[in-house]
């Protein structure tokens, strides 16, 4: 079992920096760390991804070079920083987790799933 919990949403003016947090326990070192978010009205969509292992990544062609996703061995906890926000990046955020392949940016693929954090970005 992995437990995940998000922190760190709030309400950010347009072109400032938010950085979320998601805190797991539980069996994770084989896994793969994602965010994924959903806009108000929208399916949710894929935003980075991480593995604890070799810390590789990738991002959505939409925040790439303004997210940043790391990883805290130590502390068991992963990151996003959020910089140059924009409008449309207000929705809420999920952390997930993935132990069944090396990485994904399909929702199907993640196992166990955060609570959700929502980011509003206003103008």
């Known amino acids: 079992q992995v437990q995940l919990v998000e922190s760190g949403g709030g309400l950010v003016q347009a072109g400032g920096s938010l950085r979320l947090s998601c805190a797991a326990s539980g069996r994770t070192s084989d896994s793969y760390m994602g965010w994924f978010r959903q806009p108000p009205g929208k399916e949710r969509e894929f935003v980075a991804v991480?593995?604890?292992?070799?810390?590789?990544?990738y991002y959505s062609a939409s925040v790439k070079g303004r997210f940043t996703i790391s990883r805290d061995n130590a502390e068991n906890t992963v990151y996003l920083q959020m910089n140059s926000l924009k409008l449309e990046d207000t929705a809420v955020y999920y952390c997930?987790?993935?132990?069944?392949?090396?990485?994904?940016?399909?929702?199907?693929?993640?196992?166990?799933w955060g609570q959700g954090t929502q980011v509003t970005v206003s103008s």
């Open positions: 997930a987790a993935g132990l069944r392949y090396y990485s994904s940016a399909f929702a199907t693929d993640y196992d166990y």
């Open positions: 991480i593995r604890w292992r070799g810390g590789s990544t």
